[in-house]
């Protein structure tokens, strides 16, 4: 059964940096997509960023530029380096993996408060 671990949320500082690491186990298959997703309190689960097997990426609008989405296909890890952080970054971030299903992470709380 494909597993997806999240690690490396936290606590910073605005104007800090934050590196998310997810890693799919459980398979031997690349995942087609991965990526990471999001959701504030009171919001809805929104598209943080994403990237193919082959490196095209996706981001939202509102992380261009500051977030960069990285992969190890054969270890099947997606990564998030977060910089520049907002205190509107705050979120539950969920890892997710593509091939035929879509796989989840169970999230990692990243706050971003002075």
């Known amino acids: 059964q494909t597993q997806l671990v999240e690690s490396g949320g936290g606590l910073v500082q605005p104007g800090g940096s934050l590196r998310l690491s997810c890693a799919a186990s459980g398979t031997i298959l690349t995942m087609r997509v991965m990526g990471w997703y999001r959701q504030a309190p009171g919001k809805q689960r929104e598209l943080v960023a994403s990237m193919s097997s082959g490196g095209s990426t996706n981001y939202a609008d509102s992380v261009k530029g500051r977030f960069t989405i990285s992969r190890d296909n054969a270890k099947n890890m997606v990564f998030l380096q977060m910089n520049s952080l907002k205190p509107e970054d705050t979120a539950v971030y969920y890892c997710?993996?593509?091939?035929?299903?879509?796989?989840w992470g169970q999230g990692t709380q990243v706050t971003v408060s002075s």
């Open positions: 997710y993996a593509q091939y035929v299903l879509t796989y």
